[in-house]
């Protein structure tokens, strides 16, 4: 699934949010979206499932301007992962991943057999899938709100801060997992994160949002080596040891490692 933004303007009441926006994500990608709070990163993902709409501009997906009149068919077509998990206190975690395959008319053989290859592959114990969220662990909720992203197998997958609320080692074994899965799910993922560590783990192309502009556009080294402009260095400063950390670490990884590889183009 390819995203597309031409010319996108947002406003938040007197506040510009996103100044003449042209963006493209290849299908497949996997991007991540930083800056300060309020910078828009969360508001180009609303804008992508059409819970937020610009002023000006046109989104695209695959090539063709999302209307309001398709905005249920699209949000069935991306997964959606946001701070926290989401999940529904009252229903279990395996309640949870059955809400929308339920709508969609799935039996629950078939939603009991996805449940349990989506936990395979993000390592939780299909015992879990029993308990209710509050009787999981701040990992384990994350990992079932991936699950519950995945459920129908989405061609694209958008998380925002997904691992904000995570202690320091919960979120690196997060980080590391969420990586992998990325690098062998050929979906195009979207990732709003503070982290510029985070991100260069997680991701092979990082955008910088500042003023409602994207201000730096490539892989993680370029922002070390090539920062665009006095802001991007001091962001860039701010977090540079935590950088260059994730940076040797996705060199020990080898090819193909998130952080590392080069840009997908902007239009």
């Known amino acids: 699934m390819e995203f597309r ?25 996997v991007s991540a979206i930083l800056g300060e709070s309020g910078a828009g990163k969360s508001t180009l993902l609303r804008l992508l499932l ?49 809400l929308l395959p339920r709508h969609l008319g799935w039996s629950r053989e078939r939603i009991r057999a996805r449940a349990a290859e989506l936990a395979a592959l993000v390592e939780l114990p299909a015992a879990l899938l029993q308990r209710f969220p509050g009787e999981l662990s701040g990992g384990q909720r994350q990992r079932v709100a991936v699950m519950r992203a995945l459920m129908s197998d989405p061609p694209a997958l958008l998380l925002d801060e997904p691992l904000g609320a995570l202690d320091p080692l919960v979120r690196d074994e997060l980080q590391q997992r969420l990586a992998a899965l990325f690098r062998t799910l050929s979906k195009t993922v979207l990732i709003v994160t503070h982290d510029l560590p985070e991100a260069a783990v997680l991701a092979d192309r990082l955008l910088l949002l500042h003023q409602g502009r994207i201000v730096q556009d490539g892989p993680a080294r370029a922002w070390l080596e090539q920062p665009a402009d006095a802001f991007v260095r001091r962001f860039v400063a701010a977090q540079r040891g935590g950088l260059a950390d994730a940076l040797a670490a996705a060199a020990a990884r080898g090819p193909g ?9 902007t239009g």
Do not use: C, M
């Not at 031409?6 to 497949?28: C, M, Y």
């Open 5 to 29: 933004f031409e010319g996108v303007d947002k406003r938040h009441g007197s506040n510009v949010i996103l100044q003449a926006l042209t963006l493209r994500f290849a299908a497949g990608s």
């Open 50 to 98: 059409g819970l937020d709409w610009p002023e000006a501009g046109a989104v695209l997906i695959d090539g063709v301007p999302l209307q309001p009149a398709q905005r249920l068919a699209v949000r069935r077509q991306i997964g959606y992962v946001i701070q926290e998990g989401g999940l529904f206190p009252h229903l279990t975690a395996l309640g949870n991943l059955s």
């Open 257 to 265: 490692a998130a952080g590392a590889g080069g840009s997908d183009a």
